[in-house]
């Protein structure tokens, strides 16, 4: 295995070289030690300093005192991990938006600072830019979305004016959330359990390309990542089956590609974590959460600040495909930007006040999270939705919830943000 190297240049930067094959094409002992290995690296950086280091780390239950360092290290700043970090709101919006960027590298492989890869190139960057046939969420997926949150919070709570205690997030938001996704996938009602499982254990997947795993997560996001392919390629293929003419029988489910519903299964995720962040929020500010169950028109806009001030993906990691100049720096062809979509929408310059959540903020939507160039775009409007309903459908059951205990949230997570459990009680 190639040793950790120093670039020859005058940033001096310590970096694991990447995996250079895929997850599946390496045995347990070269695949463990490139992920320790890894991991001693950005420990050792964040130990010497480096905040964006300290957020590869994903130590810490808030990572924005991070983000506020690198803000002060000016809207472009590089990183000895190899990365160039974008916090300010205007770069980020320049480099989320440009052609010069792509997720992996020119050839379609990882990049020193892309930890390793599960397929030909990234996942991610497979789907980016497909027309993924449930990207955006239609009238009919509402109409099922809406349906399954509440029988699903019925299920958990059948007697609204008795007082409940719950675990939010695996209680209500994930199952709720999960079924949701399957209904509008079109997965068959008698493998969703195994969908359900399969995207339980892709949770890690997007960090796991920037932040190393144990091995044993990795070899069980890999077998899941083979077995949901299968699993929804087999609810294509029986989709299209019901009709004579081999054309789907259920155009809400059948319109669906099997690549593009990989990417709205991995969307999965990021709706229950906005979900999740959006409650906490909320109820951390109890007179937001009055005013959302007594107008629940709000849930929209209570989406979007939430978008703003703690996303579901934190940051978008990109390379440079065509030589380009960023903030007065030369990047060749090859690099590795970090873009801060979480620092980005709190940057002072575009948002007033902007460590404060407000349901009322009028330009909450200028916010980069789930950036529609991004790989993350195609699913946004389904993320969207999923989390306005839960919104609503909570906001109408328990308009008394409140918080009952700590929050437990994930390590080793710098990309996806959002609590694993939230005791409440109603």
Same mark, same amino acid.
């Given at each position: 295995?190639?040793?950790?190297?120093?670039?020859?240049?005058?940033?001096?930067?310590?970096?694991?070289?990447?995996?250079?094959?895929?997850?599946?094409?390496?045995?347990?002992?070269?695949?463990?030690?490139?992920?320790?290995?890894?991991?001693?690296?950005?420990?050792?950086?964040?130990?010497?300093?480096?905040?964006?280091?300290?957020?590869?780390?994903?130590?810490?239950?808030?990572?924005?005192?991070?983000?506020?360092?690198?803000?002060?290290?000016?809207?472009?700043?590089?990183?000895?991990?190899?990365?160039?970090?974008?916090?300010?709101?205007?770069?980020?919006?320049?480099?989320?938006?440009?052609?010069?960027?792509?997720?992996?590298?020119?050839?379609?492989?990882?990049?020193?600072?892309?930890?390793?890869?599960?397929?030909?190139?990234?996942?991610?960057?497979?789907?980016?830019?497909?027309?993924?046939?449930?990207?955006?969420?239609?009238?009919?997926?509402?109409?099922?979305?809406?349906?399954?949150?509440?029988?699903?919070?019925?299920?958990?709570?059948?007697?609204?004016?008795?007082?409940?205690?719950?675990?939010?997030?695996?209680?209500?938001?994930?199952?709720?959330?999960? $079924?949701?996704?399957?209904?509008?996938?079109?997965?068959? +009602?008698? #493998? @969703?359990?195994?969908? *359900? /499982?399969? !995207?339980?254990? =892709?949770?890690?997947?997007?960090?796991?390309?920037?932040?190393?795993?144990?091995?044993?997560?990795?070899?069980?996001?890999?077998?899941?990542?083979?077995?949901?392919?299968?699993?929804?390629?087999?609810?294509?293929?029986?989709?299209?089956?019901?009709?004579?003419?081999?054309?789907?029988?259920?155009?809400?489910?059948?319109?669906?590609?099997?690549?593009?519903?990989?990417?709205?299964?991995?969307?999965?995720?990021?709706?229950?974590?906005?979900?999740?962040?959006?409650?906490?929020?909320?109820?951390?500010?109890?007179?937001?959460?009055?005013?959302?169950?007594?107008?629940?028109?709000?849930?929209?806009?209570?989406?979007?600040?939430?978008?703003?001030?703690?996303?579901?993906?934190?940051?978008? $990691?990109?390379?440079?495909?065509?030589?380009?100049?960023? +903030?007065? #720096? @030369?990047?060749?062809? *090859? /690099?590795? !930007?970090?873009? =801060?979509?979480?620092?980005?929408?709190?940057?002072?310059?575009?948002?007033?006040?902007?460590?404060?959540?407000?349901?009322?903020?009028?330009?909450?939507?200028?916010?980069?999270?789930?950036?529609?160039?991004?790989?993350?775009?195609?699913?946004?409007?389904?993320?969207?939705?999923?989390?306005?309903?839960?919104?609503?459908?909570?906001?109408?059951?328990?308009?008394?919830?409140?918080?009952?205990?700590?929050?437990?949230?994930?390590?080793?997570?710098?990309?996806?943000?959002?609590?694993?459990?939230?005791?409440?009680?109603?």
């Amino acid at each position: 295995m190639a040793e950790p190297t120093v670039s020859d240049d005058l940033t001096g930067a310590l970096t694991q070289p990447p995996l250079g094959r895929t997850v599946r094409a390496v045995a347990d002992r070269e695949l463990g030690t490139h992920l320790l290995e890894t991991r001693g690296i950005h420990w050792i950086h964040a130990a010497n300093g480096d905040p964006y280091a300290a957020v590869l780390r994903g130590q810490s239950d808030d990572p924005y005192p991070e983000y506020e360092r690198l803000r002060a290290r000016g809207p472009l700043s590089f990183s000895p991990t190899g990365s160039w970090v974008v916090s300010g709101h205007a770069l980020a919006a320049g480099v989320l938006s440009s052609p010069d960027f792509g997720v992996s590298g020119a050839d379609g492989g990882p990049v020193a600072q892309q930890v390793l890869s599960y397929g030909e190139g990234c996942p991610l960057e497979h789907e980016r830019g497909l027309p993924a046939a449930r990207g955006a969420a239609e009238s009919g997926d509402r109409a099922v979305v809406e349906r399954v949150h509440r029988e699903t919070l019925e299920g958990l709570a059948p007697d609204p004016s008795a007082a409940y205690a719950f675990e939010l997030v695996g209680g209500f938001v994930r199952p709720a959330v999960t $079924a949701a996704t399957a209904a509008v996938l079109g997965v068959p +009602a008698d #493998r @969703r359990a195994e969908f *359900g /499982a399969l !995207v339980e254990q =892709l949770r890690p997947l997007s960090d796991s390309l920037l932040a190393p795993q144990s091995l044993r997560t990795v070899r069980a996001a890999d077998d899941a990542l083979a077995a949901l392919t299968v699993l929804l390629a087999d609810s294509a293929a029986d989709t299209s089956a019901d009709s004579p003419d081999g054309s789907p029988a259920d155009a809400s489910a059948g319109s669906l590609r099997p690549d593009g519903a990989l990417l709205s299964a991995l969307g999965v995720s990021a709706a229950v974590q906005l979900t999740g962040n959006a409650v906490l929020a909320l109820l951390a500010h109890p007179g937001q959460w009055k005013e959302l169950c007594e107008r629940p028109g709000l849930a929209p806009a209570a989406v979007e600040e939430t978008l703003r001030f703690d996303p579901p993906v934190q940051l978008d $990691a990109r390379v440079v495909r065509t030589e380009t100049e960023l +903030a007065g #720096r @030369r990047l060749p062809v *090859g /690099a590795h !930007v970090v873009v =801060l979509t979480a620092a980005a929408g709190r940057d002072p310059e575009v948002f007033t006040d902007p460590e404060r959540f407000d349901l009322a903020r009028p330009d909450a939507a200028a916010h980069l999270a789930l950036h529609p160039a991004g790989p993350y775009g195609p699913v946004a409007s389904l993320v969207r939705l999923q989390a306005e309903v839960a919104l609503r459908t909570l906001a109408g059951r328990f308009p008394g919830l409140r918080q009952a205990g700590p929050v437990l949230r994930p390590r080793r997570a710098p990309v996806g943000r959002g609590p694993l459990s939230v005791p409440v009680s109603a």
